[in-house]
């Protein structure tokens, strides 16, 4: 549901994380930040170009919006939220809860709050909350992309295959409904 806020975590982070993970919904405010996290995102991909600063930040300055205008056409009901620890804006998540699935569309912490568990946590959330509606959790991760050993340690396998990106799912245990034995 759109501007939803999930329950907070407050379980301690094994790697020392300090404090409550918490989403809350984004604001306009917020674009600066949300550029901040996304160029985060891109760091790895852009060191292999030679591009010189301001090519880099047209280029950035353009994909941002570009994923900013397709996230919000292709997922006009999708929550878009700011990860918080400890109430500091660390990252985003983007997830749309469809009647047969849940969509996690993008999960990015800034550099320094990755490997801390934080974003395992999430996801431990967002697969609890699918468990409970009998729903599978499915992402897209672009192909040799570090996440995938990541989701596959958190239960995901591939599901698809669509062009650069490896569709991905996890699927709730079955329940099993014990049925008391029939008498007479």
Partial sequence: MPGETMNPAREQDPRGAPGPVTLRPERPGDEAFLFQVY????????????????TRAAFLDHQFRAMRRGYAGMFPEGQFSIVELDGEAIGRMVLDRAADQ????????LPGRRNRGIGTLLMRQVCAEA????????????????????YSRLGFVKCGDAGIYEELEWQPAPTHVTRAPQTG
């Fill in 39 to 54: 160029a985060s995102t891109r760091e790895e991909e852009l060191a292999l170009t030679n591009w010189d600063g301001p």
């Fill in 102 to 109: 849940i969509r996690v569309v993008d999960l990015a912490l």
């Fill in 131 to 150: 468990a409970t509606a009998a729903k599978p959790v499915r992402l897209h991760v672009l192909k040799g992309n570090r996440a995938l050993q990541w």
